[in-house]
């Protein structure tokens, strides 16, 4: 019933930036929460970060200080913007949301298909 769809990833060397961008479509009332995680070859998925509809973020400690996430409400969209990025910063980066599809019904909650983020010289 909706989609969410990343995009912005790829190969960059060590210390450059990244633009991640998640745009939701579908049967949508209204969006809670949208974040952003990771998961490494051979790790667990992890936070990375989240955004609140009213623009509160958190962060995971690991990218404090170099991501930054924002959303535009209008566009059912979040992103990423990475900056300073390192090599163990490489993984799949998923999209999630939390969508509500009307106002009768309660938030159900959504993931990306993910993109990949390789760090590397």
């Known amino acids: 019933q909706v989609q969410l769809v990343e995009s912005g990833g790829g190969l960059v060397q060590p210390g450059g930036s990244l633009r991640l961008s998640c745009a939701a479509s579908?049967?949508?009332?209204?969006?809670?929460?949208m974040g952003w995680y990771r998961q490494a070859p051979g790790k667990q998925r992890e936070l990375v970060a989240t955004?609140?509809?009213?623009?509160?973020?958190n962060y995971a400690d690991p990218v404090k200080g170099r991501f930054t996430i924002s959303r535009d409400n209008a566009k059912n969209t979040v992103y990423l913007q990475m900056n300073s990025l390192k090599p163990e910063d490489t993984a799949v980066y998923y999209c999630?949301?939390?969508?509500?599809?009307?106002?009768?019904?309660?938030?159900?909650?959504?993931w990306g298909q993910g993109t990949q983020v390789t760090v590397s010289s």
């Open positions: 999630n949301a939390d969508v509500q599809h009307s106002i009768l019904l309660l938030a159900t909650n959504y």
């Open positions: 579908g049967r949508i009332f209204s969006i809670y929460a």
């Open positions: 955004i609140t509809r009213g623009g509160n973020t």
